[in-house]
């Protein structure tokens, strides 16, 4: 063995000889079971490298509107506009994007997602309004809500089963790793001068274009061809990066066939009780994610928690924490066991800090920390279920619909939590939050399948 197939093996890839090679020298497998290589490793990095950027992106503006408040000053109106508006874009865009992929395919609207998202993120540098500044901030999470429907999907299509909940749960890890080092710049820099804030915002068009470039050449996925009846070029993306030996099973492509495609055909009687539960754990779980950590300074300034004792620190801190734990707890446990259990910890967490009196600093403190950790840990499940709920033919729409009611629920709580804390307090706002995260763990009892150890056709249905 090469020193070459040596690391390989040490990092659990396939050896580094050309994939014809290596698939020679075994019988006939599916895509589903092919070991884990080095082109995998390049889908995951460019998806990865997106979820990066989108967690950036979304990251800054919490900062960033405390110093634009300063030079151009916001009433609560427009602090919940701007802070929800890249969240209304995420709406529209997995919906929009999520239908064209399924249509068109997922290599052109892997590209074109980053396309906006890198101009629209270097244009915030020049808003001269509020107004402009929200239009902009619609326009990134346009593009971010093509990205999330259609990066799950690639992902997905191309992951071996194995490494399928890994791969698809680390996306969470690298949104949260994006989304930290937005806040800790924030933290840092965002009083260095007048116009900070610019800076800032747009400094998420840097990864924005370095992920752009690094995907042109992208292949399509096979699986999706596949099921439009482009089988010959399929065949030849398989050939090409794992091999001569490995199958790509057609499971799903009756459906497609017979034209029931689209959002329509989430709702048919096999599918429409994965698409609701989709939709209503997704929504429940991002509620109270985005509405706390948008305003996580003004809720810190709420409970007296930012008083140089280093908690907003110390909770992104969690955050990071948490998605790296999520992802050994999505190998160890059952997809349903972690959803669910995370949902009541997440609750009583909630709970808690609406019952603590705000002189119980360390109290707090413990609670909105294991909030924090929980809920970035499962936070990971939702780059997992969607794409593994849904056939090939709808994988992108039914994706961009969950993802689509997600942000939309979100950017009503991002909008709402303001004027909740200013109107009812931050301990009833808490209460509501929590009341929010019960909901889904009920949704969740009710209705989460278990596809840790399918096949993509076995865990969609198909």
Request: charge should be neutral; aromatic fraction near 10%.
């Amino acid at each position: 063995m090469s020193n070459q197939d040596t690391q390989a093996a040490t990092l659990g890839l396939a050896p580094t000889m050309p994939p014809a090679v290596a698939a020679a020298a075994h019988g006939p497998i599916s895509l589903d079971d092919v070991p884990l290589n080095a082109f995998h490793v390049k889908i995951a990095g460019l998806t990865f490298g997106a979820h990066f950027t989108e967690g950036f992106a979304l990251g800054t503006i919490g900062y960033a509107l405390a110093s634009l408040n300063r030079q151009m000053p916001l009433d609560a109106f427009w602090m919940g506009m701007i802070g929800s508006s890249a969240l209304m874009g995420i709406f529209v865009g997995s919906l929009v994007f999520g239908w064209l992929s399924d249509r068109l395919g997922r290599q052109k609207i892997f590209l074109l997602s980053f396309l906006i998202i890198t101009a629209a993120a270097f244009a915030q540098f020049y808003v001269s309004s509020p107004s402009e500044l929200c239009l902009l901030r619609v326009l990134i999470g346009f593009g971010m809500g093509g990205d999330f429907a259609v990066g799950h999907a690639i992902l997905a299509e191309f992951s071996p089963r194995k490494h399928r909940g890994t791969l698809l749960g680390s996306f969470s890890v690298v949104w949260t790793v994006g989304y930290v080092v937005a806040n800790v710049l924030g933290m840092q820099y965002a009083d260095a001068s007048p116009d900070a804030w610019r800076w800032l915002l747009a400094s998420a068009g840097v990864p924005a274009l370095i992920v752009l470039i690094l995907r042109m050449g992208t292949p399509e996925s096979p699986r999706w061809l596949h099921g439009k009846g482009r089988v010959a070029e399929a065949k030849a993306i398989v050939l090409k990066h794992f091999g001569p030996n490995v199958t790509l099973d057609g499971g799903d492509d009756d459906h497609a066939a017979h034209g029931h495609t689209g959002f329509a055909r989430l709702f048919r009687k096999d599918l429409i009780r994965r698409t609701v539960f989709n939709c209503a754990f997704f929504v429940c779980l991002v509620i109270p994610y985005f509405a706390i950590y948008t305003f996580l300074p003004t809720i810190l300034k709420a409970i007296h928690l930012n008083d140089g004792s280093g908690a907003d620190f110390l909770l992104n801190g969690f955050l990071v924490l948490g998605a790296l734990i999520g992802i050994w707890l999505t190998i160890k446990l059952s997809r349903r066991m972690f959803l669910i259990g995370s949902f009541a910890v997440t609750c009583l967490s909630l709970i808690a800090l609406s019952l603590l009196p705000e002189s119980a600093t360390l109290a707090m403190i413990v609670a909105f920390a294991i909030f924090t950790l929980t809920m970035s840990a499962f936070s990971n499940l939702v780059g997992v279920f969607p794409p593994e709920c849904f056939p090939t033919e709808v994988r992108a729409c039914g994706v961009g619909l969950a993802i689509a009611c997600s942000r939309l629920g979100s950017a009503v709580g991002t909008f709402l939590l303001p004027l909740g804390i200013l109107h009812l307090g931050f301990h009833a706002t808490m209460m509501v939050l929590a009341a929010v995260l019960l909901i889904g763990m009920v949704v969740s009892i009710a209705w989460a399948p278990e596809t840790k150890h399918l096949t993509l056709d076995e865990a969609s249905g198909a």
